[in-house]
Nanobody, 113 residues
């Protein structure tokens, strides 16, 4: 059975950092197109970034470029989203998904002083 399990959300002050983890089962992250999206309160879904099997094919939304980094640990079959220099506007529910429609549950991130 295919699953994605998110973890690592929480409350952080502006300027702080968090790392989200997305543990996959039932498929291999390193051979899949993986995507991070987020949904701020009262807003629609916003694409954050994508990583393809060739890690050189990693892309970011302009709103997070230079602050967020997508990586993966093939041995752990886990995708990560490292978020640095967080801003209040980064407050959202974050989701990882496998292109094609496999979603993890949301990980809430709140950036507030």
């Amino acid at each position: 059975e295919v699953h994605l399990v998110n973890s690592g959300g929480g409350l952080v002050q502006p300027g702080g950092s968090l790392r989200l983890s997305c543990l996959a089962s039932g498929f291999t992250v390193s051979t899949s197109a993986m995507i991070w999206v987020r949904q701020a309160p009262g807003e629609g879904l916003e694409w954050v970034g994508s990583m393809y099997p060739d890690i050189r094919d990693t892309y970011y939304a302009d709103s997070v470029k230079g602050r967020f980094t997508i990586s993966r640990d093939n041995a752990k079959n886990t995708l990560y989203l490292q978020m640095n220099s967080l801003k209040s506007e980064d407050t959202a529910e974050y989701y990882c998904l496998k292109k094609g429609g496999i979603w993890g549950q949301g990980a809430p991130v709140t950036v507030s002083s």
